[in-house]
């Protein structure tokens, strides 16, 4: 069966995008936070907190693994080459990550409004470019 190959790579982006921001809430949740990067600008020492630099590796990390996975993934599934024992594991890893962002956003956040958006954003725009490139070399391997 012939799927779109437009369609894994959206697919694989969202699922991606989607990850990289729940890592986001969560490393920021024990203060590995992009929102460092614009909180240190008046301090003139020029250096990028350790906390910052870790949380963009992190986000960048599993935008790209998730991108190249779900890909992966998917253009398997289109094949019907997904056998049961991945499928529900692949379930029960989605409920535990739903589940672990539910009881992060449950908490006030430790990130001032301003610093948190901009982050939010650069986690955003990080993730859903490290997942296309993720997805594309995976469909460019298959």
């Keep these: 069966m012939h799927f779109p190959r437009h369609?894994?790579?959206?697919?694989?982006?969202?699922?991606?995008v989607?990850?990289?921001l729940a890592v986001h809430i969560l490393v920021?949740?024990?203060?590995?936070?992009?929102?460092?990067?614009?909180?240190?600008?008046?301090?003139?020492?020029?250096?990028?907190p350790a906390?910052?630099?870790?949380?963009w590796w992190l986000i960048a990390t599993?935008?790209?693994?998730?991108?190249?996975?779900?890909a992966s993934i998917l253009h398997s599934a289109v094949a019907g080459e997904i056998?049961?024992?991945?499928?529900?594991?692949?379930?029960?890893?989605?409920?535990?990550?739903?589940?672990?962002?539910?009881?992060?956003?449950?908490g006030s956040s430790p990130v001032p409004s301003v610093s948190g958006v901009l982050a939010g954003?650069?986690?955003l725009c990080l993730g859903a470019l490290m997942a296309f490139c993720g997805a594309n070399f995976a469909l460019?391997?298959?």
Excluded: C, E, H
């Excluded at 894994?8 to 699922?15: E, K, R, S």
């Design 7 to 16: 369609l894994i790579l959206a697919g694989a982006m969202a699922a991606g």
């Design 18 to 20: 989607l990850l990289a």
């Design 28 to 48: 920021a949740q024990y203060g590995l936070d992009l929102g460092g990067l614009w909180q240190t600008q008046g301090q003139g020492d020029g250096f990028m």
């Design 51 to 55: 906390g910052s630099a870790i949380a």
């Design 62 to 70: 599993v935008g790209f693994s998730s991108g190249y996975f779900i």
């Design 83 to 106: 056998p049961q024992r991945l499928r529900n594991f692949l379930v029960v890893a989605g409920v535990l990550m739903l589940a672990g962002i539910g009881q992060a956003l449950s």
């Design 121 to 123: 954003l650069a986690a």
């Design 140 to 142: 460019r391997k298959t």
